[in-house]
């Protein structure tokens, strides 16, 4: 049975670790990466605890195994890495609904990953309707940015209730911003 949980043991760290490096961009072929999808950022063990201190992440697990995470970003964490730093730069120049996103109170989702066995499962939307659930009573809009060459994981997020707000260019590649106004019933 698998469970959607929060972090909660240094040992499913190293299982989100072990889950990203089998899901690096750079590691998949080209026809694994159109087909399954990727993650590009490359996170430390010690960057993960430092997420987690901060915001605990979203897993699911089954039995002892991470199958699947939503790695949690603050600012203050998301600022000493560069892929989360831009983003979280680039989200403050933004308008969202009429009004400036800096300043507001928002978390980002410093990656996605579902485990290639577990996939078609919706667990992703199981993550991050728990994710919503654990985190809007604190945080009013959710974002993440998705590599123009993962239109899997795209869908994924406007399935989960994320809108496209607009585009950002970071070593060479296209990364479609979206967010989840939490405010807004339905997803």
């Not at 990203?20 to 960057?47: I, K, M, P, S």
């Not at 605890?49 to 995470?69: C, F, N, R, T, W």
């Not at 730069?89 to 990656?111: F, H, S």
Request: hydrophobic content about 40%; charged content about 25%.
């Amino acid at each position: 049975m698998i469970e959607i949980k929060r972090v909660t043991q240094s040992s499913e760290l190293e299982g989100i670790k072990k889950l990203q490096q089998a899901n690096l961009r750079g590691l998949l072929t080209a026809e694994e990466r159109d087909r399954e999808g990727f993650v590009t950022a490359e996170y430390t063990l010690e960057f993960l605890q430092q997420m987690h201190l901060a915001e605990p992440s979203i897993i699911a697990k089954d039995g002892s195994e991470v199958v699947g995470y939503a790695l949690s970003a603050t600012r203050d964490v998301g600022m000493k890495h560069p892929l989360l730093a831009y983003l979280f730069e680039v989200v403050d120049t933004k308008l969202y609904a009429g009004r400036p996103l800096r300043g507001e109170n928002y978390i980002v989702v410093g990656q996605l990953c579902v485990a290639k066995g577990y996939r078609g499962l919706k667990l992703a939307q199981g993550m991050y309707d728990f994710y919503r659930q654990e985190l809007s009573g604190k945080y009013r809009y959710c974002l993440t940015d998705i590599d123009e060459a993962n239109p899997r994981s795209l869908k994924a997020h406007l399935n989960a209730g994320f809108k496209i707000l607009d585009t950002l260019h970071y070593e060479g590649s296209a990364w479609h911003i979206v967010i989840w106004d939490w405010n807004h019933q339905g997803h």
